[in-house]
Structure formats: C-alpha cells, structure tokens
C-alpha cells in the first residue's frame, strides 16, 4: 500500500516538473516573439505603426474615403500575408475576398485590422500570435499549393485593400 501511494507521489511530482517546464518554453517563446516583433518594427519606421489595446499594430498606407465596415457588414478585401522576414504565406491574388465582418470567419487581427479602415484604403497589420494562430499554430497551403506551417508564437504581416462594404441589415 506504502508503495502505491509513494508511485502516486511520483507521478504527481513529474506532472508537476513537466508543467513548470512548459510553463517556461511558453516564456520563452513568447520573448522571441516579442523580440521578433520588436526587430521587426524599428527596421520598418516609416509604416508608422500604432499599438492597439488588443496587441494589434496597424499602419494605413491609403487613407479610405468611402464606408467603415462595422460587425456584421460584409467587406470585400484583397489580402497578403506574409511572415515578417518576408515570406509570402498566403494571397489573395486576383481575387477578392468576401466575409461578414467580426464573425469568426477571420482571425482576430484581420477581423480587428478591417474594421479600422475605410473603404478605398489599404493598411498593414502587423498580427501577434495571440490575435493570429496562437501558440499552437496553423498549417495550411500557400498561394502556390505547397503545403505550409504556421508554427505556434509566429507574428503575421497583412497587406490588406479594402475594396468594398455591403452594409447589414442590421446598420439599416
């Protein structure tokens, strides 16, 4: 009996290890991200970034001059995202698009990003993990068919056109 209790202590005690383990690569891994964005940044001054509340940094490049799309509104976009070394992870190319607005169709840092621009205009927005595919990431195909990973802790660069809003019923 002495023993099974002295193996539970065991188990509990390397359950214990391995999670303030973890808990340290997690620390880890958001440093090199912050430090990754932190690079990022100060070689790229003249995109102005501006630091939202959420983490998001948003930079408008072309000012928009037509609607502001709210939740619910459908917004028609081009888009390319890339890695912040400049790898290109995904584009829209030639086509357009087309998702409701603060739905979860997006993640979290488009969705936001979009809503700040106005019709007519195109932004960067320079996503955190947190705002992106977290710390578990994402692995899907690229423009070009290749299958790509997102692996977790990896800051997003957008390069979003905002090309219309088709506002809803509910703005009506």
Excluded: W
């Excluded at 001054?45 to 490049?61: C, D, I, M, Q, V």
């Excluded at 028609?76 to 912040?84: D, H, K």
């Excluded at 195109?122 to 692996?151: C, E, I, K, M, W």
């Amino acid at each position: 009996m002495k023993k099974i209790i002295k193996l539970k202590y065991l188990i509990l005690l390397v359950i214990v290890l391995v999670s303030f383990s973890s808990c340290n690569n997690f620390k880890e891994y958001e440093q090199q991200e912050t430090d990754q964005i932190a690079t990022y940044l100060a070689a790229n001054p003249l995109r102005n970034f501006e630091k939202k509340p959420s983490g998001l940094y948003y930079s408008e490049a072309t000012a928009g001059t037509g609607i502001q799309p709210i939740k619910h509104d459908t917004v028609f976009f081009s888009f390319t995202v890339s890695f912040l070394d400049g790898t290109v992870l995904n584009s829209s190319g030639s086509d357009t698009a087309i998702v409701p607005i603060m739905e979860g169709f997006l993640i979290k840092g488009l969705d936001e990003g979009i809503t700040y621009m106005k019709t007519g205009g195109r932004s960067f927005l320079l996503v955190p993990s947190n705002l992106a595919y977290g710390s578990s990431g994402y692995y899907t195909y690229d423009a070009t068919g290749n299958y790509v990973g997102v692996p977790g802790f990896t800051p997003l660069l957008f390069d979003v056109s905002l090309l219309r809003v088709k506002t809803s019923a509910i703005r009506k």
